[in-house]
């Protein structure tokens, strides 16, 4: 186990640094996620509002021998280093700033191929190394580089480059047709992934074991692929592993008095692609989340059974409160601009809380000016004008072009997976690109941009049953 070391930071760096908290049964360093020799099959550990389970269904993994955990490339990367088990197996900036100060920046998660605004950032000095990793220490974001598709719809001109990344020749585009888009996308968590129905935010990965190559091979730097073991070593492990959070600060165990909340219920919890279609009314039932139905008829004016009160009419909330969802592509069409529905129209895997369906959506979190619940000042800002296809003359100006990047049509601009939300708690920001600070942010965009009408309780109510996912 590593120790920590002290590092002099400037004032605003500082003010962004925070220790990774873990239940003792974990064994992990309080700073940088060394893995223990046997991580058990059942692991526990903390975050702001609780604390979250892990549970490998596969059983206790020896980490030396298992491929998630190996180094596999040439800058001392593995899967761990960027789905740390410690944030919901993603990274927090609370962890991430923790990582910096312990290493003074050698952590492997500090590497210029992704981890930095732009590869050519200069990392020389501290100040030139918490500018070049700025993104990351404030809001977990990597740089994910994208080729522009040789069939794209559209041209692309960029707005605004803070970081000199796309508009240089040698790391960006090189016309508006060509070359290179940095974009910057939060990691997502390593786990729950038996419920995935697409790879990756904009859905460019065929499968987990495609992932895994490329996140070797890019992440990592490898110069070979992984063998065809250790790919399957990973793919099982991924796919083995299960989180949820178990218990809250206020309400207790999250299992208690006939309430299915933890990892253990959830890896029990049945699924096949399309189980719950929103987009097929006769098999369709808006109830998706039935973790907390026993706790809607607890009576008391104790703190813990309020506290259980409020996350089962946060869930009642989620479920059924009908509000006009428009302008969502992926969900709603030019032809239909509008569907009523509620929270679990999206995310309707049962109990999960993702899309049952391959079907990736713009909810306009990539808008260059989204509402005021997001923070997006720290992005790069592109116009993509739409030269062919249904949208020819449109513009669209993103922080993000999202899977247009995959397919190379307008009609994809802005679309991104609706991901699993079991384990939420563990690791803010929120949104692909970190917009939401808060759960309490989420449910201010979601509010505003489709004017559920919520009052202050019902908000606080919904929050926390987020929470307790």
């Known amino acids: 186990m590593r120790k920590a070391r002290s590092l002099r930071l400037p004032m605003t760096a500082t003010a962004l640094v925070g220790a990774a908290i873990l239940a003792p049964t974990l064994a992990f360093a309080q700073t940088v996620p060394d893995v223990p020799p046997l991580l058990e099959a059942l692991t526990t550990a903390r975050n702001p509002t609780g604390a ?21 490339g040439t800058n001392g990367r593995s899967c761990v280093t960027c789905h740390d088990p410690q944030a919901g197996w993603s990274v927090t900036p609370r962890g991430v700033n923790a990582r910096f100060q312990a290493t003074q920046g050698a952590d492997p998660l500090f590497r210029l191929i992704d981890g930095a605004t732009c590869s050519t950032a200069s990392v020389a000095t501290a100040t030139n190394q918490l500018r070049a990793y700025s993104l990351l220490l404030g809001k977990g974001l990597f740089r994910i580089a994208l080729p522009v598709p040789a069939n794209a719809q559209f041209t692309i001109s960029v707005t605004s480059d803070p970081y000199d990344c796309n ?172 569907v009523r529905g509620s929270c679990s129209t999206c995310h309707n895997t049962p109990n999960v809380g993702n899309h049952s369906v391959n079907s990736l959506m713009n909810i306009g979190v990539s808008r260059a000016n989204p509402p005021a619940a997001l923070d997006v000042a720290a992005l790069p800002v592109f116009t993509l004008t739409c030269m062919a296809g249904p949208l020819e003359g449109r513009t669209f100006t993103v922080t993000d072009p999202g899977q247009a990047m995959v397919t190379g049509r307008c009609s994809d601009i802005g679309r991104m997976k609706v991901p699993v939300l079991r384990g939420l708690a563990a690791r803010a920001p929120y949104f692909h690109n970190g917009s939401a600070a808060t759960l309490g942010n989420v449910v201010g965009f979601y509010n505003g941009r489709f004017n559920l009408g919520l009052s202050a309780q019902e908000r606080a109510d919904l929050v926390n049953f987020l929470e307790a996912l």
């Open 52 to 72: 979250a389970n892990s549970l490998q269904t596969n059983g206790a993994t020896v980490t030396a021998n298992d491929a998630f955990f190996q180094s596999l």
């Open 167 to 338: 508009t240089n020749a040698s790391t960006g585009l090189t016309s508006p047709t060509s070359g290179t888009l940095s974009v910057y996308r939060r990691p997502l968590p390593s786990t729950n992934q038996r419920f995935q129905t697409n790879v990756m935010w904009d859905g460019r990965e065929a499968s987990l074991t495609t992932q895994a190559i490329n996140a070797t091979l890019g992440h990592a730097q490898a110069i070979a692929a992984p063998t065809l073991t250790q790919q399957a070593q990973m793919v099982a492990f991924e796919s083995g592993l299960y989180t949820a959070q178990a218990t809250d600060n206020r309400a207790g165990a999250l299992d208690a008095l006939g309430a299915t909340g933890g990892a253990a219920a959830l890896a029990q919890q049945p699924f096949t692609v399309g189980v719950n279609d929103s987009a097929n009314p006769s098999g369709f039932d808006r109830v998706v989340f039935k973790l907390y139905t026993a706790w809607q008829s607890l009576t008391g004016a104790d703190a813990a059974t309020q506290a259980r009160q409020s996350i089962a009419r946060g869930e009642q909330i989620f479920n059924t409160r009908a509000f006009t969802i428009n302008n969502v592509p992926g969900l709603t069409t030019a032809a239909n601009t509008s």
